[in-house]
């Protein structure tokens, strides 16, 4: 979801068919009543086609597809290069932070290196049955990628933002989704760089690293 430069309601969703019943929550029954929402669902366009001058910040919501196809599409790779770049905020949930795997900062190291990530777990994958099944494990890659993989309980929503990138926000759990997805839309309002402020009440652990 890349979010335009105008209103907090202009957005601009970029987001695979994935509404399976038992993933409803409140939030996303919102989402589908809303008809806004839905025309712009209906009207996504390729990433290819996203000129990233155009958004203040992007948001990487999760589920099993991004780890096929975002985690290898050079498209989205640069995206997210652009937006670090450029000092935009990029938020990943769930399994989304796989889609850095390839990603690099502008010294041509892994944008996860030594920095303090998060996504869905190991022991998650294995308790849904899929450790055999997904192309690779966000844990085990953030890991490999050099990142400092921290995580509350299996199921529990939990957010990180490293001091060293603040405007690089990561998480996992309903509430992390929630808060994240909200964080750049905050950021803009208020040109703050700390975009977790306002995520307290939401039921959620947040680990903010400070800068070295």
């Not at 601009?12 to 008809?35: G, I, L, Y």
């Not at 949930?93 to 892994?110: D, F, T, Y």
Request: proline residues 7%.
């Amino acid at each position: 979801m890349a979010q335009n430069k105008t209103t907090p309601r202009d957005l601009r969703v970029d987001d695979p068919k994935s509404n399976e019943p038992d993933a409803r929550t409140d939030a996303t029954n919102r989402f589908n009543a809303d008809a806004e929402a839905q025309a712009k669902l209906a009207s996504t366009e390729k990433l290819s086609s996203v000129n990233p001058q155009d958004f203040n910040g992007i948001f990487y919501p999760g589920g099993h597809g991004p780890l096929w196809d975002l985690a290898e599409d050079p498209a989205s790779i640069s995206l997210i290069e652009t937006f670090i770049g450029a000092d935009r905020p990029v938020a990943l949930v769930c399994h989304a932070p796989g889609v850095l795997r390839h990603v690099k900062g502008p010294n041509g190291k892994p944008i996860v290196e030594g920095k303090e990530v998060t996504g869905f777990t190991n022991t998650e994958e294995e308790a849904v049955g899929l450790t055999r099944i997904v192309p690779f494990l966000v844990e085990d890659e953030l890991a490999a990628q050099g990142g400092r993989f921290t995580r509350a309980d299996d199921w529990a929503s939990y957010v990180v933002q490293d001091g060293s990138e603040p405007r690089f926000l990561q998480g996992n759990g309903t509430a992390a989704s929630i808060c994240l997805e909200q964080g750049p839309v905050r950021r803009r309002q208020s040109n703050a760089l700390h975009s977790l402020e306002g995520c307290s009440g939401l039921g959620l652990k947040v680990s903010i690293q400070p800068a070295a």
